[in-house]
């Protein structure tokens, strides 16, 4: 039987400056590449923290603002505090306790997009 991979989602996204604010700055993701076809071309870029990967692209078409997307997360509360301790001007996310048996921060990009950061409620 064939073994399908780990999913890459594209986010779209419109402004630069903001996306690294929100990725890098405040999700502590590191910028893995940028890929421009020239000097005035729309930037397509990957971020990575631990195994997950997100690429964010400024190109017509790939990605449409408003998906949610969810990403397991070993000590979920780590990440919480994480996050809150950065006092982000954006976003102070909560951690929830959900009636399907996880814990989650949810956050929302500046371009539309909603995070969902969760682990099992059992673990």
């Not at 399908?4 to 996306?19: H, Q, S, V």
């Not at 923290?49 to 990605?63: A, F, M, N, P």
């Not at 996310?93 to 048996?101: A, V």
Request: with cysteine; glycine share 8%.
């Amino acid at each position: 039987m064939p073994k399908l991979g780990a999913a890459t989602p594209i986010l779209r996204i419109f402004d630069i400056a903001k996306a690294r604010e929100f990725y890098v700055d405040f999700l502590g993701f590191k910028v893995e590449f940028e890929h421009r076809f020239d000097d005035n071309a729309p930037l397509y870029m990957g971020v990575i923290r631990d195994g997950c990967v997100l690429h964010l692209s400024e190109h017509h078409g790939d990605g449409a603002p408003g998906i949610a997307m969810r990403i397991k997360v070993e000590d979920i509360a780590a990440l919480h505090r994480e996050l809150i301790g950065k006092r982000y001007r954006y976003a102070r996310p909560g951690l929830e306790t959900t009636s399907w048996q996880t814990r989650e921060v949810s956050v929302g990009d500046p371009f539309g997009n909603r995070l969902h950061f969760y682990e099992d409620a059992t673990d």
